[in-house]
């Protein structure tokens, strides 16, 4: 069973610092990584891909990946209210059409 | 900006009756999926679709559950006999490449919550 696990939180951060988001992978053979964020009642949408060791910025995130490690993360710096959300991690292991959704961190920016 | 969408938003059904969830992918995208998510817990894979057939199945997705491609942009899930533990939000997804590509990323429609009473 591949699994992909997060820290549920919540993890609460003041407005403007940085917060970080962790996933592990269980599936040495995963190839692609992502992080979407959930609102309440709506559905996840797509922030970040990262499919090779580094680090990858978009703008005010970064994903990290460390695939020795099994290891995904998620930065946010200048973090806003509006970022209050639950993250998922999702892993694609390439040998199967579908990805792999961790339980999600629930992330709160507070004022 | 392109966007996945789904009808309804909400459907309320009685145990044992029949649904079908309908989406509309993004045009050039070529992939289908569908999760669904049972509230309060993780988003689950329930199938894939390319090439007017299903890649990839869960153990969800047994034989109550069946999808198609009835035209070129609609892409259904049909329930047969709905159980009540059924009831979740049922997410589409597209993408425009898959198993052979890298650059895989998967695109949500908004959902459609289903309520099996």
């Known amino acids: 069973q591949k699994e992909v696990e997060q820290n549920s939180g919540p993890l609460s951060v003041p407005e403007g610092a940085i917060a970080s988001l962790n996933c592990t992978y269980s599936d040495r053979g995963s190839q692609s990584f992502f992080w979407y964020r959930q609102y309440s009642g709506k559905s996840p949408e797509l922030i970040m891909s990262i499919y090779s060791n580094g680090d990858k910025e978009d703008g005010r995130f970064t994903a990290q990946l460390n695939k020795a490690s099994q290891y995904v993360s998620l930065l946010i710096r200048d973090s806003q209210p509006s970022d209050s959300a639950t993250y998922l991690c999702?892993?694609?292991?390439?040998?199967?059409?579908?990805?792999?959704f961790g339980t999600g961190t629930r992330l709160q920016v507070t004022l | 900006e392109p966007e996945v969408t789904q009808t309804p938003s909400h459907q309320v059904t009685q145990m044992g009756q029949e649904v079908i969830l309908r989406c509309v992918p993004i045009?050039?995208?070529?992939?289908f999926y569908w999760y669904r998510q049972i509230l309060g817990q993780k988003v689950e894979f329930l199938v894939s679709?390319?090439?007017?057939?299903?890649?990839?199945k869960s153990e969800i997705f047994d034989d109550q559950f069946s999808v198609e491609r009835p035209d070129g942009s609609n892409f259904t899930l049909k329930i047969r006999s709905t159980k009540l533990e059924d009831s979740a939000m049922y997410f589409c997804?597209?993408?425009?490449?898959?198993?052979?590509?890298?650059?895989?990323?998967?695109?949500f429609g908004p959902g459609t919550r289903l309520t099996v009473l």
């Open positions: 999702a892993v694609w292991d390439g040998t199967a059409s579908k990805l792999t």
């Open positions: 045009s050039n995208h070529l992939y």
């Open positions: 679709f390319y090439n007017n057939e299903i890649s990839e």
């Open positions: 997804a597209s993408s425009e490449f898959g198993r052979l590509g890298r650059d895989n990323e998967q695109f």
